[in-house]
């Protein structure tokens, strides 16, 4: 099988709608592209990753794997253009060491999200949060298809932090708001990027406990959170980053790749790399 085999074979298992456009995921236009390396080649192993760090690339190259499937871009840019890091040290070092290992790099961000075979019933269900649900034991809680909603047992918020960092295998995590508010209803937002007056309405009109953030930022729905908080409203915020809440998603992604890539695949070494934990906590 040719790596170019292995991700049409990714592309056609996947539903092919976009997931925030609601229409057919353009080649031309997807961020799902070759981001580096020649996929006319016989492929001889597959790492699924959510990020391809150089870490990963040595980790590929030592399992002897010549095709690198991450979630997010390659070059710290939206849509990776290069242009934009031409002459930087750590582009160049790390372009090196592409070519040293000399794979290929094809991101899977919007057809995964767009949808994989995945539910008890095979419907589509977008992959990403498909994998945090099973890695939370949470695939019971989920609210709908999204996976980005849940309804747990009534949980305090501080034993919820303490669990997410042991099965994400986190370094440790930040808490917002009140960490003895006993929390049941519970969601993934998205991206907290500073105009975010609709999720704050949102979490005052369903009723949200606890957030589990990607990104966060001290003003807007940190500050809202806190107010509730100290206003006996019983909400907090749990911080685990962008990178780390998607990450099972790439790790499930690995054990349905299989399917995915069917006879002309089989026998082709999958695994999964985990990037570790964004970050490192120091305390006082």
């Given at each position: 099988?040719?790596?170019?085999?292995?991700?049409?074979?990714?592309?056609?298992?996947?539903?092919?709608?976009?997931?925030?456009?609601?229409?057919?995921?353009?080649?031309?236009?997807?961020?799902?592209?070759?981001?580096?390396?020649?996929?006319?080649q016989?492929?001889?192993?597959?790492?699924?990753?959510?990020?391809?760090?150089?870490?990963?690339?040595?980790?590929?190259?030592?399992?002897?794997?010549?095709?690198?499937?991450?979630?997010?871009?390659?070059?710290?840019?939206?849509?990776?253009?290069?242009?934009?890091?031409?002459?930087?040290?750590?582009?160049?070092?790390?372009?090196?060491?592409?070519?040293e290992?000399?794979?290929?790099?094809?991101?899977?961000?919007?057809?995964?999200?767009?949808?994989?075979?995945?539910?008890?019933?095979g419907?589509?269900?977008?992959?990403?949060?498909?994998?945090?649900?099973?890695?939370?034991?949470?695939?019971?809680?989920?609210?709908?298809?999204?996976?980005?909603?849940?309804?747990?047992?009534?949980?305090?918020?501080?034993?919820?932090?303490?669990?997410?960092?042991?099965?994400?295998?986190?370094?440790?995590?930040?808490?917002?708001?009140?960490?003895?508010?006993?929390v049941?209803?519970?969601?993934?937002?998205?991206h907290?990027?500073?105009?975010?007056?609709?999720?704050?309405?949102?979490?005052?009109?369903?009723?949200?406990?606890?957030?589990?953030?990607?990104?966060?930022?001290?003003?807007?729905?940190?500050?809202?959170?806190r107010?509730?908080?100290m206003?006996?409203?019983?909400?907090?915020?749990?911080?685990?980053?962008?990178?780390?809440?998607?990450?099972?998603?790439?790790?499930?992604?690995?054990?349905?790749l299989?399917?995915?890539?069917?006879?002309?695949?089989?026998?082709?070494?999958?695994?999964?790399?985990?990037?570790?934990?964004?970050?490192?906590?120091?305390?006082?």
């Amino acid at each position: 099988m040719l790596i170019s085999e292995a991700i049409q074979a990714i592309r056609d298992y996947c539903d092919g709608i976009d997931a925030f456009t609601g229409k057919p995921i353009e080649l031309a236009t997807t961020r799902d592209q070759v981001l580096y390396g020649d996929i006319d080649q016989q492929c001889t192993g597959i790492v699924t990753c959510i990020w391809a760090t150089a870490e990963v690339i040595r980790r590929a190259k030592e399992l002897g794997a010549n095709l690198i499937v991450p979630h997010e871009a390659l070059f710290w840019n939206h849509g990776d253009r290069r242009e934009v890091v031409a002459g930087n040290k750590t582009f160049e070092a790390k372009c090196a060491l592409l070519d040293e290992w000399g794979g290929a790099v094809w991101r899977c961000h919007d057809y995964i999200h767009s949808g994989v075979p995945l539910a008890s019933d095979g419907s589509m269900v977008d992959g990403i949060f498909y994998g945090f649900a099973v890695k939370m034991d949470w695939l019971g809680s989920a609210v709908d298809e999204t996976f980005m909603r849940y309804r747990i047992e009534p949980t305090p918020a501080r034993d919820l932090a303490q669990a997410l960092v042991h099965k994400l295998g986190l370094n440790g995590t930040r808490l917002i708001g009140d960490g003895d508010a006993l929390v049941r209803n519970v969601e993934i937002p998205m991206h907290i990027m500073g105009r975010d007056n609709d999720e704050i309405a949102h979490i005052d009109s369903e009723g949200i406990d606890c957030i589990l953030t990607m990104e966060f930022i001290d003003f807007t729905v940190s500050e809202y959170i806190r107010d509730a908080a100290m206003l006996g409203q019983g909400k907090c915020a749990i911080h685990m980053g962008h990178f780390n809440g998607e990450e099972p998603g790439m790790e499930y992604m690995a054990k349905w790749l299989p399917a995915a890539l069917g006879d002309a695949g089989a026998g082709l070494p999958v695994t999964f790399v985990p990037m570790g934990d964004t970050y490192q906590y120091v305390l006082a």
